[in-house]
């Protein structure tokens, strides 16, 4: 069963903008990763924010997490062309990792 | 070198036939994903492996068979192909974090299994 589910589910920006991408899971969690895919690729790694944590950055990327409202926030501050994607939310439950349905961002150039 | 490799990276197949994809990570990793991606992009974990053995199978088909003869080694087996059947199948691998949590995932190129 699906665990994540991005909000929106499409997004499309002028590059210099900011892209903010939500998240939202049923259960409690251990970690909460964020994943990005370019078409016709596999997902790549982009950030693991604890459940301990609130907030945690990666050079343009700021990442919020919420417990108490089940949810998360990816931030990518002045989008590039390159940064067209989809970006996935996974959450980690135990050894299982649950993908939501993810945000397809479109950065205009 | 890749880091997660799987083959064949397509596949096209009439429906009844059996097929095969490999999938092999050369990172040291305990713990081994199959996951398909539909059309519309979700993204459903299938089986989870860890050191060789199953330790997650959601409600698959059971002519879904994983294997896993070794921990740098996950495949999967189709028997009787099925038009729905028809997905991209990523394989991933993770070293698990302190208390068996999952960690950061890496995954292959996929494999997208058309089924005609």
């Known amino acids: 069963s699906q665990q994540g589910e991005e909000d929106p589910q499409a997004l499309s920006i002028q590059e210099g903008e900011n892209a903010t991408m939500n998240c939202s899971y049923k259960t409690s969690i251990n970690n909460l990763q964020w994943y990005r895919q370019n078409s016709g690729r596999g997902l790549v790694h982009l950030i693991l924010?604890?459940?301990?944590?609130r907030e945690k950055h990666s050079g343009r990327l700021r990442v919020t997490l919420d417990t108490s409202k089940k949810s998360s926030s990816l931030l990518i501050t002045a989008s590039r062309a390159a940064d067209t994607a989809s970006y996935f939310c996974?959450?980690?439950?135990?050894?299982?990792?649950?993908f939501g349905a993810g945000t397809r961002l479109t950065v205009k150039p | 070198d890749t880091a997660v490799s799987q083959t064949p990276k397509y596949l096209v197949t009439q429906m009844g036939n059996d097929k095969s994809i490999k999938c092999e990570q050369n990172l040291g990793h305990d713990t081994m994903y199959w996951y398909k991606q539909d059309s519309k992009k979700f993204l459903k974990i299938m089986f989870s492996?860890?050191?060789?053995?199953?330790?997650i199978n959601e409600t698959v088909p059971n002519r879904f068979s994983p294997k896993s003869p070794d921990k740098a080694h996950l495949n999967l087996h189709i028997n009787s192909l099925e038009l729905g059947d028809s997905a991209v199948y990523f394989c991933?691998?993770?070293?698990?974090?302190?208390?068996?949590?999952?960690?950061?995932?890496?995954f292959g190129e996929g494999s997208r299994l058309t089924v005609l």
């Open positions: 996974a959450t980690a439950v135990s050894n299982d990792m649950r």
């Open positions: 991933a691998s993770s070293q698990g974090l302190t208390g068996g949590w999952a960690g950061e995932l890496f």
């Open positions: 492996y860890n050191n060789k053995e199953l330790i």
């Open positions: 924010i604890r459940s301990n944590e």
